[in-house]
């Protein structure tokens, strides 16, 4: 599992760092309202990512964790919300598929 180093969007414009994405990721929540995860497929298959939320519902079942496909040859920006925190101000984040050609940044405004 790696922990994923966030980038500050800055005023004269950001282009993020990407990196290979692992099968087990973890990045910063910030705010709830201001980081993004952004996943770039350029393999020619779809691949999931997988945010585990921790804890329960009011109803005491498990809280569901987000699905989130990123299409082939496409690109998505996820925000972490702060509910995603599974420690540490944290979300984990699982894809279903490894490729050197999936890769991933971890965005922060402000």
């Not at 770039?40 to 990512?49: C, E, I, L």
């Amino acid at each position: 599992m790696a922990a994923l180093t966030t980038q500050l969007l800055v005023d004269a414009g950001t282009a993020p760092t990407f990196g290979a994405a692992g099968a087990s990721d973890t990045a910063e929540v910030g705010s709830g309202h201001n980081t993004f995860v952004v996943y770039k497929n350029d393999t020619a298959s779809p691949v999931n990512v997988t945010i585990t939320v921790p804890g329960n519902t009011s109803y005491g079942q498990p809280t569901p964790d987000p699905v989130i496909a990123v299409a082939a040859s496409g690109e998505r920006w996820i925000p972490l919300r702060k509910e995603y925190n599974s420690g540490g101000g944290r979300a984990t984040l699982t894809t279903s598929a490894q490729d050197p050609d999936l890769t991933v940044a971890v965005v922060r405004v402000g």
